[in-house]
């Protein structure tokens, strides 16, 4: 079974601090996602990547950043978080298919608070 | 770009019975469609995928069919039970061609089975 981790499924931050959340999968997938979802407004993208070294933005991906060192992390970083951060944050990742999209596995989420 | 539409925020049930959830797209077809199921506080988990030259797909008591000319996919949880509880988003994959990996996200319908 494909496994998606996430660092933390709680935490609290200030105002202005800078916040990374780590995501590790463990089926040597190509692709992975940052997302956020909030009430209302479902899963909306901020990130993805499709290889090492390689990111694209999503629909939001202002107010973050992302590495992707190795194939198997992908981190989220809130450079100076603001308390329209607060909100579910998931982590998902998918096999490349070439030519179509796959399945997508996600990480149990982390729920963060922006104070 | 995409739109998708699932038909209600809610949807309450009495247990036994089919649950009948719907997902309306706008714009291209796309090429399959997938139905993930998601529990308060958790990622979401894949279900079913359903190509668009098929027009049902079955795993147990679960069944989708896909009609490409109604741009619309139904999602049946026959026989449901109080577990069946949870939000159920439906997601398509990109336009052909795109050489993106993402797929779009319907903000999900939240399904309750009451005893």
């Known amino acids: 079974d494909v496994k998606v981790t996430q660092s933390s499924r709680y935490l609290v931050k200030r105002t202005g601090e800078k916040v990374f959340l780590e995501c590790v999968q463990d089926?040597?997938?190509?692709?992975m996602f940052w997302y956020r979802q909030d009430p209302g407004l479902g899963l909306r993208l901020i990130y993805f990547?499709?290889?090492?070294?390689?990111?694209e933005k999503g629909d939001i991906p202002e107010g973050y950043s992302v590495s992707r060192e190795k194939k198997e992390r992908f981190s989220l970083i809130l450079e100076s978080a603001s308390t329209n951060q607060t909100s579910m944050y998931l982590c998902?990742?998918?096999?490349?298919?070439?030519?179509?999209?796959?399945?997508?596995?996600f990480g149990p989420g982390t729920r963060l608070t922006v104070l | 770009s995409q739109k998708i539409e699932q038909n209600s925020e809610a949807l309450n049930i009495q247990e036994g019975k089919t649950a009948t959830l719907t997902c309306n797209y706008t714009?291209?077809?796309?090429?399959?469609l997938q139905w993930y199921r998601q529990d308060p506080g958790r990622g979401p988990v894949f279900l079913l995928l359903?190509?668009?030259?098929?027009k049902e797909k079955r795993k147990e008591r679960l069944k989708v069919t896909f009609d490409t000319t109604l741009k619309q996919s139904l999602f049946h949880i026959t026989a449901s039970q109080p577990a069946d509880s949870a939000t159920y988003l439906c997601?398509?994959?990109?336009?052909?061609?795109?050489?993106?990996?993402?797929?779009?996200f319907g903000k999900g319908t939240k399904l309750s089975v009451i005893p």
């Open positions: 998902a990742s998918s096999l490349e298919t070439s030519g179509s999209t796959d399945t997508q596995y």
């Open positions: 089926m040597d997938h190509e692709n």
């Open positions: 990547s499709y290889d090492v070294k390689m990111k």
């Open positions: 714009n291209y077809s796309p090429a399959y």
């Open positions: 359903i190509r668009e030259n098929e």
């Open positions: 997601a398509l994959d990109p336009p052909s061609g795109a050489g993106s990996y993402q797929l779009t």
